[in-house]
């Protein structure tokens, strides 16, 4: 259950004259009839096919887009306008490989709501000046549509007041709900960059499925609902999510839909609906599944149990309409790598896949974050990441591939900032691209070394007094690689650290399964006394380091790098200091003890 609320040929006759005619025709220059260019993938309306969904031309296409909300809070109007013109948001979704957005709103904006924190100065956000909360919807719908990006709406909330867990409340009955979402839908009739409406965001308990009383069975009110919006217009997709509890089996609000494979939601205009799934990590909320002794294991039987079926079984296309975590906890960071995997890479599976929009564009989501940064200009680049095998900037096709062929520029500026005798640390300036650099991949000779999201990197293991030539190269959100940076050759040290200085550090742990403590001791090794120091060993990824002292510490994949803070760097020959880093695990076998490699400065 989601605790925080925040939060859609004609023959020729045989007569003489009519086979004189014949023969000019054959006679004459043929002049072959011009060839009328394929539609864009995505083009016009949509509709379903089975699990899939298909464009105006029959091209399967795939949801792979981002939530934007705020229209269903107090402000009435998406959030993030207060610091940013909203072009600049939707140029920037689109740069990264989002295709679509989730776009949330309450009941309230249909009574000429002023939109709140909309800075229209220096220029920004000009032409909203004046707008009613529906004048700036059009506006952001018509200008993603522009771009080529699908927007769906959410019927978010009853008020802004906060979320409901049936369709209707005294104050906004169901009648208001139906004739809105007419109202809505007509709104955009003729306007293809909206192709669908979410009806209801998380109906959960009392609501029911096929329980069959008319004031909580929520597939009989979607089935209402989904007829206003066909009257409004019958091109648009019906987006129907589910509820918490079926037969006595719970889920996340809306995330059960177990019920609608055996009472599906039928409307009067056939290859409309869609069922939406809402799924979140520990961040949101913990559930039993999280700590089973089989987790992450256990993960794909609880999708296909609450709405993986439908798509497994041809029923229906789904769609995870929200899904998200802050990435602290290292049960959040494998959950999310394994929910990508389950919603199937485009590369493999084309359109063929899972739909999804994530939770959120907004860094403001308070249990999940944004893709955003708190500043609402740059870039999560990690959770984005996360995200990069499932994007389809195209609206994916039926090879795959997301429709983005173009590489990131080059990595440039790449330099070996310290050896030891032992490791080669690099760093480089980051490089550029059409949809959003995800990666780096470090080369070492011919060898690719290291995947890393950052842009610097330690390569440990070497041998003393030994050339190595590195270069690097930037990967996108589509997985296009980058030409290979220019090369740079570095040799290690014989060696410590140079004539008269070195170190080394060992480490001690205590280690209790799903944590542990690693002390390691520094000792200078050398005839004259450090200015500094700096240790660095590798870890799995699945050790997450949340703690330290005596020492700054810093972590690039699986390198884990300790310098000394200003009051432990001066050692003199023999002396010793320790320094310590606590971490967690989400696989208790993988090996904590490390090899560290010390460098005295």
């Known amino acids: 259950m989601r605790i925080q609320l925040r939060r859609r040929l004609r ?8 086979f004189a005619a014949a023969l000019a025709v054959l006679a004459s220059p043929v002049t072959a009839a011009p060839a009328q260019a394929a539609a864009a993938p995505g083009t016009g309306y949509w509709h379903t096919n089975g699990r899939q969904i298909l464009d105006e031309a029959n091209q399967p296409v ?20 207060w610091s940013r013109d909203y072009k600049s948001m939707i140029d920037q979704m689109k740069s990264l490989g989002y295709n679509t957005i989730r776009l949330p709103y309450s009941d309230d904006i249909f009574k000429g709501t002023t939109p709140a924190s909309l800075n229209t100065s220096g220029g920004m956000n000009a032409d909203l000046v004046g707008l009613n909360s529906l004048g700036v919807m059009d506006r952001i719908v018509n200008y993603a549509g522009s771009t080529g990006l699908k ?20 104050s906004v009955p169901e009648s208001t709900w139906l004739a809105n979402l007419r109202s809505i839908a007509g709104r955009y009739n003729g306007n293809p960059a ?26 009989l009110a979607a089935q209402r609902g989904g007829e206003a919006v066909l009257a409004g217009n019958p091109k648009l997709l019906v987006f129907v999510e589910g509820v918490q509890t079926f037969n006595g089996s719970s889920y996340w609000w809306g995330g059960n839909l177990q019920g609608a494979g055996q009472y599906p939601v039928q409307l009067s205009v056939a290859n409309r609906v869609v069922y939406s799934a809402h799924d979140y990590a520990t961040s949101v909320a913990q559930q039993s599944w999280f700590s089973d002794p089989s987790f992450p294991a256990n993960m794909p039987g609880i999708w296909d149990k609450n709405w993986g079926y439908l798509y497994n079984q041809n029923i229906a296309p789904v769609w995870l309409g929200e899904f998200g ?8 960071q494998t959950w999310l790598k394994a929910l990508v995997q389950y919603l199937r890479p485009t590369a493999t599976s084309g359109a063929d896949a899972f739909h999804w929009t994530f939770w959120s564009w907004n860094p403001n989501s308070g249990d999940t974050g944004g893709i955003l940064n708190d500043d609402w200009t740059s870039v999560n680049t990690v959770k984005d990441g996360y995200l990069a095998s499932i994007k389809a900037p195209g609206f994916g096709s039926s090879t795959g591939g997301g429709g983005d062929t173009q590489a990131p520029t080059a990595p440039t500026g790449l330099a070996v900032t310290s050896t030891t005798s032992s490791s080669v640390s690099l760093s480089w300036t980051a490089a550029t691209d059409n949809t959003g650099v995800t990666g780096y991949e470090v080369y070492r000779g011919t060898t690719k070394v290291a995947t890393v999201t950052g842009t610097a990197y330690t390569d440990t293991g070497l041998t003393p007094a030994t ?5 690097v190269r930037a990967r996108d959100a589509a997985g296009n690689v980058s030409a290979a940076s220019a090369g740079v050759t570095a040799t290690t040290a014989t060696s410590g650290g140079g004539t008269g200085s070195g170190c ?3 480490i001690g742990l205590n280690d209790w399964g799903s944590g542990l403590t690693a002390t390691v001791t520094v000792t200078n090794t050398g005839t004259r006394p450090t200015t500094g120091w700096q240790v660095t060993w590798n870890w799995p990824t699945s050790l997450t380091v949340t703690g330290s002292w005596s020492a700054t510490i810093a972590r690039s994949g699986q390198s884990i790098t300790a310098t000394n803070l200003s009051y432990n760097g001066a050692l003199a020959p023999a002396a010793s200091t320790s320094f310590g880093v606590q971490a967690s695990r989400s696989d208790a076998g993988a090996p904590a003890t490390a090899t560290a490699v010390c460098t005295a400065l």
Not at 151 to 170: F, N
Not at 325 to 332: G, K, N, R
Request: glycine share 12%.
């Open 151 to 170: 927007v769906i709406l959410d019927r978010h909330r009853p008020d802004s007041g906060g979320q409901s867990a049936l369709w209707y409340t005294a």
């Open 325 to 332: 975590t802050t990435l602290q906890s290292t049960t959040d």
């Open 467 to 471: 050339a190595y030539a590195y270069t």
């Open 11 to 18: 023959r020729l006759g045989a007569g003489t004259a009519a």
């Open 62 to 81: 795939r949801i792979a887009g981002i939530n934007w909300f705020g229209f269903e809070t107090a402000n009435y109007v998406a959030h993030g306008l």
């Open 504 to 506: 080394t550090a060992t």
């Open 194 to 219: 909206v192709i669908g409406i979410d009806l209801h965001n998380e109906p959960h308990d009392p609501a029911c499925w096929g329980c069959g009383d008319q004031a909580t069975d929520w597939r």
